[in-house]
Each structure stands twice: as C-alpha cells, then as structure tokens.
C-alpha cells in the first residue's frame, strides 16, 4: 500500500508541552514539506527539505522544528513556542521541485 | 494583496451545470497547480501546467501566461465534485523551486 502516512489524526497538546507529528512515505519521493493550514487561510509552508539530512524554512517556521534523518520520514515538531498551535498540519511529497505535490492525510492538533 | 487570488469564494451549482473556476497570479511563474481538498481533509492533485491546456476525464485546466490566468472547468458537474479547489503556484525565483504559495481556496457546491 503505497503513499503518505500521518499520525496520529488528532493531537492534543496541553500548554507549555511539545508535541511531535509524523510523517512517512514510501513513494521514494527526495522532497517532503509540512504545511499549516487554518480556516479562511491558504495552505503556508513551515519547513520542506529537498534530500536527507537537508531542510529549509518556510513561510511561518518559527515554533516550529524538523528533522530528516531518513528519506521516508519527516517528522515535526511543534513546541511550547508556537503560540496559537491549533490548526490542520498536511505533509507533502514530491519527486524534485516544481513537481506535482502528493499529500498526506493531515493531523488535526487541537490546544486543551 | 494576495500573490494567487481564486474567484468566486463560493459556488453553488446544479447537477449538470458546466463550471469554471478563476485563478489569478501577480508573480512571474514556472508552474501552476489544482488541487482538490474533500470535506475529510484530504487533498489532491488535479493539473501541474506551465502552458496551454490539460484535461482529465470531466476536468480541464487551462492557463494564459500573458494575462497571468487560469481556469479550472468541470463539465456535467455531479455531488461527488463537491470540494474546495485550490489554486497554487511556483514563482519563478531562478532556481529550482520547491515552495507554493496557495490561493484560499473555492468551495464547490453540487446539488442534485
């Protein structure tokens, strides 16, 4: 079953506490990309990372962290710093840049 | 002033109608994207074009470079296209790009 997993599909975070999506693929695709997406807004990149162990920030990446230890995965962090944290994160796959972006199922995070 | 403004916000149609969404762009650019996000979340690619004309099935995508335009058209329009259609980007930098910067979005109503 190929594609994008995202875990879990509902997050909780409590104030102060960091808390860690996921983000796997097995599309064999360099690229991979978090966005953030909230009501009445377009999708905002935070971070992408075009190969292993290289990222970039995006538009809004402060409260934000990522690693990319392996190609298949794409983990992010959002941390106490983030202030309004609630919102839908997507993560995105693609082979190389300006290519068709494939996505994963999304993780709704919600503040207690 | 957003860089990709999609028209209308809302469109509500009939089963059967033929319809067209409007993306326009401020920016130089090397692709443009349609995206389909169902009511679950989920989204989609549709069409990656950097000219000219592409169809799928009920689909067809087209794009104006010199007037910095594209339409999306959904003939004999049925309940199941009922969706937020987003627009997005590649602007052209110079380099190779990996970042899309979205439209907000239309949300598509299909009655029966």
């Known amino acids: 079953d190929g594609g994008i997993t995202q875990s879990p599909k509902y997050l909780f975070r409590k104030e102060g506490q960091n808390v860690t999506l996921s983000c796997e693929q097995n599309?064999?695709?360099?690229?991979m990309y978090w966005y953030r997406q909230d009501p009445g807004q377009g999708l905002r990149l935070i971070y992408y990372?075009?190969?292993?162990?290289?990222?970039q920030k995006g538009d809004i990446a402060e409260g934000y962290s990522v690693s990319r230890e392996k190609k298949e995965s794409f983990p992010l962090t959002v941390t106490s710093a983030q202030k309004n944290p609630t919102a839908f994160y997507l993560c995105?796959?693609?082979?190389?840049?300006?290519?068709?972006?494939?996505f994963g199922p999304g993780t709704r995070l919600l503040v207690l | 002033k957003n860089e990709v403004e999609q028209s209308p916000q809302n469109l509500t149609a009939q089963e059967g109608e033929f319809i067209t969404i409007n993306c326009s762009y401020s920016?130089?650019?090397?692709?443009l994207h349609w995206l389909q996000q169902h009511p679950g979340g989920g989204i989609v690619s549709l069409f990656m074009l950097s000219s000219g004309k592409k169809k799928h099935g009920r689909l067809i995508a087209t794009i104006n470079i010199q007037e910095k335009h594209s339409s999306l058209h959904i003939t004999a329009s049925h309940p199941r296209d009922s969706a937020v259609y987003i627009c997005?980007?590649?602007?052209?930098?110079?380099?190779?790009?990996?970042?899309?910067?979205f439209g907000k979005g239309t949300l598509l109503t299909v009655n029966p």
């Open positions: 599309l064999n695709h360099d690229a």
């Open positions: 990372s075009q190969i292993v162990n290289d990222f």
């Open positions: 995105a796959t693609s082979r190389g840049s300006q290519e068709t972006q494939y």
């Open positions: 997005a980007v590649n602007i052209n930098s110079g380099g190779s790009n990996y970042k899309l910067t």
């Open positions: 920016v130089g650019i090397s692709a």
